[in-house]
Each structure stands twice: as structure tokens, then as C-alpha cells.
Nanobody, 124 residues
Framework: QVQLVESGGGLVQAGGSLRLSCAASGRTSSSKAMGWFRQAPGKEREFVAAISWSGSSTYYGGSVRGRFTISKDNAKNTVFLQMNRLEPGDTAVYHC?????????????????WGQGTQVTVSL
């Protein structure tokens, strides 16, 4: 099992930036990628971005492409989500997760372990 702890959420005005972090520990040896998902009240959990365990490949959801950047510190097993030009529609709880699969990173069901989440609120 992999333990994941997110941090960095908060309240920001539209157009501003936030940087989320997610530290992974435990049985990470079988992990192939880490991903970020978000869930707004009353909505399905939505794929945001994913990065391969080596950090060499990235993949983004359509609504954040060009505004968000995912990166990884391999020495610390920590993944980051730099969020720029934030919009009120980005308001959600952001969760990180790990997957043992080398494909289908945009599917929630591909991920085996999840963090508790961190709240991001974007005001007008």
C-alpha cells in the first residue's frame, strides 16, 4: 500500500496561482505513475494530470492543459501541480493517486491508492 499526503491548497483570486504537493511513501516499487484528480460538490471526480514514475511522460485533462503543469521530484517521491491562471471553475478538492498500470492514466479506476485531498477555492 502507498500512503499519499497532499498539501498546498487554499483560497486564491481568479487569475492567481497555487502549487500543490503530494508526497508518496510506503510500497511505491510497483507504481507506474502518479495522477491528480479533482472533485467539485455534486460532480464526478475529474482527471487533471498524470506523470510517469520516472517523470519523463506527462498527460493532461483538456480543461487544464496550458494552465497547469505536473512535475515530480524523484528523490523525494513527491509530485507537484503548478496551477496558473486559476478560474472559479477550478474550485474543487484535489486528490493525488498512484497507479500500478502503464496506461489509462485518465481513468479513476486505474488508481490503487489515494490521498485525502486538499481544498482549492478560486474566487472572482
Amino acid at each position: 500500500q502507498v500512503q499519499l499526503v497532499e498539501s498546498g491548497g487554499g483560497l486564491v483570486q481568479a487569475g492567481g496561482s497555487l502549487r500543490l504537493s503530494c508526497a508518496a511513501s510506503g510500497r511505491t516499487s510497483s507504481s507506474k505513475a502518479m495522477g491528480w484528480f479533482r472533485q467539485a460538490p455534486g460532480k464526478e471526480r475529474e482527471f487533471v494530470a498524470a506523470i510517469s514514475w520516472s517523470g519523463s511522460s506527462t498527460y493532461y485533462g483538456g480543461s487544464v492543459r496550458g494552465r497547469f503543469t505536473i512535475s515530480k521530484d524523484n528523490a523525494k517521491n513527491t509530485v507537484f501541480l503548478q496551477m496558473n491562471r486559476l478560474e472559479p471553475g477550478d474550485t474543487a478538492v484535489y486528490h493525488c493517486a498512484v497507479t500500478p498500470y502503464g496506461y489509462n492514466w485518465s481513468l479513476r479506476t486505474s488508481y490503487s491508492d489515494w490521498g485525502q485531498g486538499t481544498q482549492v477555492t478560486v474566487s472572482l
